[in-house]
């Protein structure tokens, strides 16, 4: 059964940094494509950004390119994302997916 648990979420003030995890269980992690999507108030799911098995291959929605990065840890079966740079329009819910399997989301709210 495919488990991805996020965490870090947190309020940040602008220009702050945060870092998300996602401790995943329940298949081989280091086999499958990742990535990080959000939901802010009030609108749908948003992609953010992707990595692959091996972390060799990324890719960034406009929005967040140059601030934030995705990487992962395949010895530890977690993925990350940092997130530099952060604006108040990047207040949202974070979830971690595998396909269409994605975790119970972490909150970021970036304000001063």
């Known amino acids: 059964q495919v488990q991805l648990v996020e965490s870090g979420g947190d309020l940040v003030q602008p220009g702050g940094s945060l870092r998300l995890s996602c401790a995943a269980s329940g298949f081989t992690f280091g086999s499958f494509a990742m990535a990080w999507l959000r939901q802010a108030p009030g609108k749908g799911l948003e992609w953010v950004s992707q990595?692959?098995?091996?972390?060799?291959?990324?890719g960034y929605a406009n929005s967040v390119k140059g601030r934030f990065t995705i990487s992962r840890d395949n010895a530890k079966n977690t993925l990350y994302l940092q997130m530099d740079s952060l604006k108040p329009e990047d207040t949202a819910v974070y979830y971690c997916?595998?396909?269409?399997?994605r975790g119970q989301g972490t909150q970021v709210t970036v304000s001063s």
């Open positions: 990595i692959n098995g091996g972390g060799s291959s990324t």
């Open positions: 997916t595998k396909g269409s399997v």
